[in-house]
Structures are given as C-alpha cells and as structure tokens.
C-alpha cells in the first residue's frame, strides 16, 4: 500500500475499510511512536483526536505527531492482531 506525505489521515484510514479494501477493517485506530493519532473510542479521546483526520501525513509530521520513515500501527476490533504499517519516503 502506498501512502503519500500529501494524503490525509482520515482518507488513509478510509481506505483500509470497506469490502473493497484488502483489510476490511471497521473501526480503525491509528498510533506512531509519537503517540495516538486517532482513536475511535472513548468518545472524549476520538474527539480530542478528530481534526487530525484531515490533516496530512506531512502536517503530522510538523506538529511531532509522526516521523518520517517510523511505522503506524493499526487496531481494529476485527482483527485479532495489530498491523503495522513501515512508512518509506522517497
């Protein structure tokens, strides 16, 4: 999978739900080494979280939410395990 520094967390996080996706999660969450970047739950945390849906992986970047070239680990209540995911930047 491919994810670009311009692409938004919420249209990522999108694209790894759904019957099309190869993961077919539901409600996804999403951590780095820096911390949450979205949390589907308790409300109050999601909320505290949300405007990072629409910020890009670089905006994250500047703000210290994420590094370059560190790995996003995904939870999902569908699946047993995390995924993580190794972000490489050209």
């Known amino acids: 999978m ?3 520094l311009d692409t938004k967390l919420g249209d990522w996080i999108t694209s790894l ?3 099309e996706s190869q993961f077919k999660l539901k409600a996804p969450s999403v951590s780095s ?7 589907r739950g308790p409300p109050a945390l999601e909320q505290k ?3 990072k849906l629409e910020m890009t992986l670089q905006e994250l970047i500047d703000a210290g939410n ?11 209540p569908t699946v047993s395990t995390q995924i ?3 972000v490489t930047h050209p």
Do not use: A
């Open 17 to 19: 739900c759904g019957e």
């Open 49 to 51: 979280h949300r405007p």
């Open 84 to 86: 993580t995911f190794t």
């Open 66 to 76: 994420y590094s370059h070239s560190g790995e996003l680990v995904i939870t999902d």
């Open 2 to 4: 491919e994810i670009t």
């Open 33 to 39: 080494g820096n911390g949450i970047m979205y949390i």
